[in-house]
């Protein structure tokens, strides 16, 4: 091995060493973040970055998470290989690619139509074929693909927005970080029950907030 891939493999292995010592230890989600390299969804400066346990800025002013809360996230949505999955907040997609190795179909959508078309042809060139990214304001669901199994947030609601709660099915799980866009924010699993919906508060946060209708880009 060059010195270069050497040192790749290095801080690969320092990156999942991170995830397992941050509370990561789902076997399926270590896998999945093993296989897809986020220094795929990370351009320009930072890319020598992406496999540091840090966000990290992309286009439109946004930021692709912290590896060790996409891990915590994606284990806490329990994500089984039969589900149909909706993101809300595609970003620079790694999240949902993640999702896309544990999931039978996930759908992304984004406020940022640039983030959208910049995720779709990374999923495309890494041959992701279960992912949808569309451009919507993810805040009223996806009502077309609707009712889902598994539904994620990755920006903060001041509350689970209506329409989200309305498109999970029963037994169906939403993962959503909950609280003031500058405070620190709750990530909250709610579950759908044949009765109504179950709270867990899981950890403290801190994400972009989830603002109403398109982005400009
Ligand atoms: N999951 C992403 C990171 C998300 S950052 C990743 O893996 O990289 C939060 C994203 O939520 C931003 O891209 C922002 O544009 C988007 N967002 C904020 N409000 C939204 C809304 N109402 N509908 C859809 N996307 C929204």
Do not use: W
Not at 111 to 124: C, E, M, N, P
Not at 175 to 197: H, N, Y
């Amino acid at each position: 091995m060059t010195d270069d891939a050497d040192d790749i493999a290095e801080r690969k292995m320092q990156f999942l060493f991170a995830l397992r010592s941050r509370g990561v230890t789902d076997k399926r989600v270590l896998t999945a973040m093993e296989k897809i390299d986020r220094g795929a969804f990370v351009r320009g400066h930072f890319a020598t970055r992406a496999y540091e346990d840090m966000p990290l800025p992309i286009t439109c002013g946004q930021t692709i998470s912290q590896p060790s809360v996409v891990g915590l996230m994606t284990q806490a949505l329990r994500v089984t290989p039969r589900d149909k999955v909706l993101e809300v907040g595609t970003g620079s997609g790694y999240q949902a690619a993640i999702l896309s190795q544990l999931a039978r179909r996930v759908y992304t959508v984004d406020r940022h139509k640039a983030l959208v078309t910049d995720a779709s042809a990374i999923f495309q060139a890494l041959d992701l074929t279960n992912i949808t990214a569309l451009t919507a304001d993810g805040s009223f669901g996806l009502p077309e693909q609707a009712p889902f199994d598994r539904i994620l947030v990755t920006a903060a609601a001041e509350d689970p927005p209506g329409p989200l709660l309305a498109q999970l099915k029963i037994g169906g799980i939403m993962v959503v970080p909950v609280g003031q866009s500058d405070a620190v924010q709750s990530l909250i699993r709610v579950t759908r029950s044949e009765t109504g919906f179950d709270y867990d508060e899981l950890r403290p946060v801190r994400f972009v907030p989830l603002l109403e209708g398109l982005g400009r880009d």
